[in-house]
């Protein structure tokens, strides 16, 4: 797994039409997204909104990660046979 990438804050606010999040970036957050899609090659990224653990009054109390997450490049397996109907004897 690659190092955590943080690349912003955030915080719920309540509204009359109920809670949502507010998010900040800082144009450093910005430059270190475009690095890593740069990097990586990459059009998209899903970013990760995770709550902080000591979270201080009027603060913001979340924080964005980007999610490094790569499915795996090994081809799948199957259970199934592979049959060559040249040269495997078959039953019937």
């Not at 804050?9 to 690095?35: C, Q, R, W, Y």
């Not at 999610?67 to 019937?92: G, I, Q, R, S, Y």
């Amino acid at each position: 797994m690659s190092d955590k990438i943080y690349c912003g804050s955030a915080k719920i606010v309540k509204t009359k039409f109920g809670e949502m999040p507010k998010i900040l970036f800082h144009k450093d957050n910005i430059n270190t997204i475009v690095k890593y899609m740069k990097d990586n090659n990459v059009d998209f990224i899903n970013l990760d909104m995770k709550e902080k653990k000591d979270k201080q009054e009027g603060k913001h109390t979340h924080y964005l990660e980007v999610d490094t997450w790569k499915p795996e490049t090994n081809p799948v397996e199957t259970d199934e046979p592979n049959l060559n109907p040249e040269t495997d004897d078959l039953a019937f």
